[in-house]
């Protein structure tokens, strides 16, 4: 079919070869900022301690301009007959489950991004748009989403949501765990607003720390269980809780990153490319040969 | 004297009644696109926080990736195992990818929040992305496959320049860069058509893998690590009887005889790139002992059962038998039902099996995502149906000509 000799053949595959792989070798240099630092910061939520005034997501509205209305709104406790999620005008809810002892408070859970440590959201972006900071904050980035909205199909958390009334910039929204305000020295709204004191702000180590030593101390009230600490690898947002996770509806979640299987295969698939170029020299082995032995019969 | 079969533009009237049909379903795809455009995603279709993907994504993108697989399947056939044979399908199954793979490209832009940004993935990269890869890979692919068809349009206006008023001045020129370009393509075609080929296997296995990140949001009746295996089989399984199918409606469409002879041979091929897929399909099934998901009847269990027995097992029985695959009308039935099977497996991957751990509503495509994506198709038919009238695409019995090779030029020595 096509008229050239065999040193032709070679001398373009070689170089077609060298361009790929001269081309492909730069996106194994990471762009997105992925900073696991020692010293990143993180939240213990006290879930027994919550009394779901819900002061915080009045507060996390203001801190990140969106439409908070008035404080005294947030005390109406009927929101609690049904399970909300953080979305594009909340990044983070407060929900209320009863106690099955129906002497015993209800539990309120405090929602919102969990930061993780291996956050699959920055593994799936395509634009590399999700940064885990040194802080501890997984941020997004305006200026490079797309809004093809694979983080939310990727987080294990169910967190990302989109602004899917905007024609135009709608937004990936999620908590970014008041970066702005904790660059500043500020703590984050939510923390600092809660009046009881339910979440603590801290080195996420030290946080590790104090949730073990008040399980310890009150093997009564709390379950000997850390939520967040080694789920999908650890996250900077942990939970202690009175009762079963699962009950107050947190996945259940292996200790496994989110997106390592996913890595592991397109790293397998990608290693070094030698995969695909192996592929590219067989299938023109295969083309030359057949062309020789057609070449040979037409002789 | 004998009849050769040679590519050339068809000549028939483009407008029939069913393409009316087709005209109007455009239409009103259009209308509700021009709604998204105007009101954001949330105005036309029914996804939420919990569904980020819906149709546009699971079928337009996901499934037409997979149906537009033909083009790869036909040109390792045709060019890299050079079985001269089939050079007949060649140009249909290129036109169909092509056109495939643009409207794929379409569809991702409209389905992305900030469609104006869909260069982005260009400079900002994400090595870790699977999405990251397939963008990359599609638009590469894409490139080549416009590559591909250049040589179909030299060969249709070398010698036959001819452009209006003052421009005409510019026909001998143009002529010449035809010319220059056909040379050349000739030469270094083989570069592109492999490069075609490895790019496929990539993104096609790739799709697959989109969505095991999703973990535990998925079945396990469909979240397995072998999903990029089973994308790129599968993809492999539906190319030919995409091509078969394809190439029945259009000699009917046209008037043409069947081509009867190298469709069956291309069912040869079928039964066991099927028989090799279910394999895995149901090895995988064994080993992760997903069949307990079998014995209850759920959507998921139902929709699993329809894939498997109706979309894989029943068109591998037939294109095993000798006597569907020397007959149209089972050839037809056989293909179409391959391509039902293709149709289930995205369909479930992409939205069927993906169920969020908050799920207080459940997904089902609203009327604008439907028109949207049969106006799509509706579109592609059309284009097909006037590629095919302007370019040398679908061959035909000619009189007085001598066979000739695929990449021969009029007017050349």
């Known amino acids: 079919m096509l008229k050239q000799d065999r040193r032709s053949f070679l001398k373009t595959s070689a170089l077609i070869g060298a361009g790929i792989t001269g081309l492909k070798s730069k996106d194994t240099k990471a762009q997105t900022r992925h900073v696991i630092s020692e010293d990143r910061m993180g939240v213990l939520v006290d879930t027994t301690v919550c009394i779901g005034c819900r002061k915080c997501e009045w507060a996390c509205k203001t801190a990140h301009d969106l439409p908070a209305g008035d404080i005294e709104s947030y005390e109406d406790r009927s929101v609690y007959e049904k399970m909300r999620r953080p979305d594009d005008k909340a990044l983070t809810v407060v929900n209320e489950y009863s106690n099955p002892d129906p002497t015993k408070l209800p539990t309120n859970v405090k929602v919102q991004c969990m930061h993780c440590d291996e956050p699959a959201c920055l593994s799936a972006c395509i634009v590399g748009a999700f940064s885990k900071d040194e802080s501890g904050s997984v941020v997004w980035d305006t200026e490079k989403c797309i809004g093809c909205r694979y983080c939310m199909i990727a987080c294990p958390f169910q967190i990302p949501a989109f602004e899917y009334d905007k024609a135009l910039q709608p937004d990936i929204k999620k908590c970014d765990f008041c970066i702005e305000r904790t660059t500043q020295g500020q703590l984050p709204a939510c923390v600092e607003i809660c009046p009881v004191e339910a979440l603590t702000y801290g080195r996420r180590k030290d946080l590790i720390e104090v949730a073990r030593k008040k399980i310890k101390n009150y093997p009564d009230r709390y379950i000997d269980s850390i939520l967040g600490d080694t789920e999908v690898g650890g996250t900077s947002w942990m939970y202690l809780s009175g009762r079963d996770f699962q009950e107050l509806d947190f996945p259940k979640l292996g200790e496994d990153p989110a997106p390592g299987v996913s890595e592991s295969i397109q790293h397998g698939i990608f290693a070094y490319f030698v995969p695909p170029i192996s592929l590219y020299a067989l299938l023109g082995g295969v083309m030359w040969l057949n062309k020789k032995k057609e070449k040979s019969k037409e002789e | ?413």
């Open chain 2, 1 to 413: 004297m004998e009849h050769f079969m040679k590519p050339a533009p068809i000549e028939k009237k483009y407008f029939t009644p069913g393409v009316m049909v087709f005209v109007v379903l455009a239409a009103i795809g259009l209308v509700f696109l021009a709604i998204r455009f105007i009101g954001g995603i949330g105005a036309v279709t029914n996804l939420d926080n919990q569904h980020p993907w819906g149709i546009w994504i699971g079928l337009d993108v996901a499934l037409g990736v997979a149906l537009a697989a033909g083009g790869f399947t036909s040109a390792a056939l045709g060019h890299i195992w050079h079985r001269e044979h089939y050079h007949a399908i060649i140009r249909p199954a290129l036109l169909t990818a092509l056109l495939g793979y643009t409207f794929v490209a379409v569809s991702v832009a409209m389905d992305l929040g900030r469609y104006y940004y869909i260069w982005h993935p260009l400079i900002m990269w994400n090595g870790t992305s699977v999405l990251f890869e397939v963008g990359i890979c599609v638009m590469i692919y894409l490139t080549v496959l416009y590559i591909e068809f250049l040589p179909i349009v030299a060969e249709r206006f070398i010698g036959r320049v001819n452009l209006p008023g003052l421009l005409s001045r510019l026909n001998k020129t143009v002529d010449s860069l035809l010319r220059a370009l056909d040379r050349g393509l000739d030469k270094t075609m083989f570069v592109f058509i492999i490069a075609g080929v490895v790019l496929s296997c990539l993104h096609q296995s790739s799709l697959g893998s989109l969505m095991i990140i999703a973990g535990p949001k998925m079945h396990p009746l469909w979240q397995t690590p072998i999903l990029p295996l089973l994308f790129l089989l599968s993809a492999i399984g539906v190319g030919f009887p995409m091509v078969i199918f394809e190439s029945l409606i259009s000699s009917r469409s046209f008037g043409l005889k069947p081509e009867t002879p190298i469709l069956t041979n291309l069912g040869n091929i079928i039964g066991p790139i099927l028989g090799i897929y279910l394999a895995f399909k149901i090895g995988d099934m064994v080993i992760r002992q997903t069949f307990v998901y079998l014995t209850t009847i759920t959507t998921e269990s139902v929709m699993y059962a329809i894939e498997i027995v109706i979309g894989v097992i029943v068109p591998l029985r037939m294109f095993l038998s000798e006597q569907v695959r020397k007959s149209p009308a089972g050839l037809f039935i056989a293909s179409s039902l391959v391509i039902f099977g293709v149709f289930m497996n995205r369909l479930n991957t992409f939205l069927v099996a993906y169920t969020p751990p908050y799920e207080m509503t459940t997904y089902f495509p609203s009327v604008g995502e439907i028109a949207v994506t049969v106006g799509f198709i509706s579109i592609e038919v059309l284009l097909y149906r006037l590629m095919v009238k302007i370019f040398p695409v679908i061959s035909h019995p000619q009189k007085d000509v001598a066979p000739q090779t695929k990449f021969s030029v009029r007017g050349m020595i």
